[in-house]
């Protein structure tokens, strides 16, 4: 008598490629006691938003000494807040290295050193005959479909046009613009690669947090102009600025 055959086995685990949004904390420089008090004034202006949350360190600004860069009490102090650091983006050799050794991942920063590892080198001209046809605008993604709390809708290149309403908990996330033809009640991420001009418009305001290129408003803050109202979102001079659509 033979054994029945076994069933193919199936993998452990599988690997795909996924877009999420993550906070980037800028940081210029690092004192331990400064740094804390800092992190709690921001927690207290928005408890909900932190929790649990995962961030990058960002170096790209940064303008203290490399000595004085220990990552191991930044994360202790992240950690008993429930921030939840999981990567270095930028920063020179010796700040890596010391983000290594804290089982930090590393991203490439901004600079460009980071994009181009030989900026000395000159690349050879391209002949104008073969220069290549510039590519148009990317299309953009629309959904005409609610988008519902827990739900994440992404536009990694172009626009994003929303032809629902947005429930709370849910995360709406695009390259450009975000556009929605409804109450916008949860978080809409817009700019999510660096795009400063990129904006946000909708027909009423009642979103938990709106950010473009990496600046954000949450929403005690965004209840102080055009709540509930049709209105856009835009970056100006660091800060977002939200006004009535009617004087756009």
């Given at each position: 008598?033979?054994d029945?055959?076994?069933a193919?086995?199936?993998?452990?685990?599988?690997?795909?490629?996924?877009?999420?949004?993550l906070?980037a904390?800028?940081l210029a420089y690092?004192?331990?006691?400064?740094?804390?008090?800092?992190l709690r004034?921001?927690i207290?202006?928005?408890?909900?938003?932190?929790r649990?949350?995962?961030?990058?360190?960002s170096?790209?600004?940064y303008?203290?000494?490399?000595s004085?860069?220990?990552?191991?009490?930044?994360?202790?102090?992240?950690?008993r807040?429930?921030?939840?650091?999981i990567?270095?983006?930028?920063?020179?050799d010796d700040?890596?290295?010391?983000?290594?050794?804290?089982a930090l991942?590393i991203?490439?920063g901004?600079?460009?050193?980071d994009?181009d590892p030989?900026?000395?080198?000159?690349?050879?001209?391209?002949?104008e005959?073969?220069?290549p046809t510039p590519a148009?605008?990317a299309p953009a993604?629309?959904?005409?479909?609610?988008v519902?709390?827990?739900?994440?809708?992404v536009?990694?290149?172009?626009?994003?046009i929303?032809?629902?309403p947005?429930?709370?908990g849910?995360e709406v996330?695009?390259?450009?613009?975000?556009h929605?033809?409804?109450?916008?009640?949860?978080r809409?991420?817009?700019?999510v690669h660096?795009l400063?001009?990129?904006r946000?418009?909708?027909?009423?305001?009642e979103a938990e947090?709106?950010?473009?290129?990496?600046h954000y408003?949450?929403?005690e803050?965004?209840q102080?102009s055009?709540?509930?109202?049709a209105?856009?979102v835009?970056?100006?001079d660091?800060?977002?600025?939200?006004?009535?659509l009617?004087r756009?």
């Open positions: 008598m033979t029945a055959p076994q193919t086995e199936r993998p452990a685990f599988q690997l795909k490629s996924t877009t999420v949004s906070m904390l800028e690092f004192d331990d006691d400064s740094f804390e008090a800092a004034e921001k207290r202006q928005a408890p909900g938003f932190f649990d949350i995962p961030v990058i360190v170096l790209d600004h303008e203290g000494l490399s004085e860069l220990d990552f191991f009490k930044l994360l202790g102090i992240c950690r807040h429930n921030i939840h650091v990567g270095v983006r930028g920063g020179n700040q890596r290295r010391l983000a290594r050794h804290a991942a991203l490439p901004n600079s460009r050193q994009r030989s900026p000395e080198v000159t690349p050879e001209p391209v002949p005959a073969a220069a148009g605008p993604r629309v959904i005409s479909q609610p519902r709390s827990g739900q994440q809708i536009a990694p290149e172009g626009d994003l929303i032809l629902a947005v429930q709370a849910a996330l695009a390259a450009g613009n975000i929605v033809y409804g109450p916008l009640r949860g809409a991420l817009a700019g660096g400063e001009s990129a946000v418009f909708c027909q009423s305001l947090l709106v950010s473009i290129a990496g408003k949450i929403s803050d965004l102080e055009g709540w509930k109202t209105v856009q835009q970056l100006r660091d800060l977002l600025v939200v006004t009535p009617e756009s």
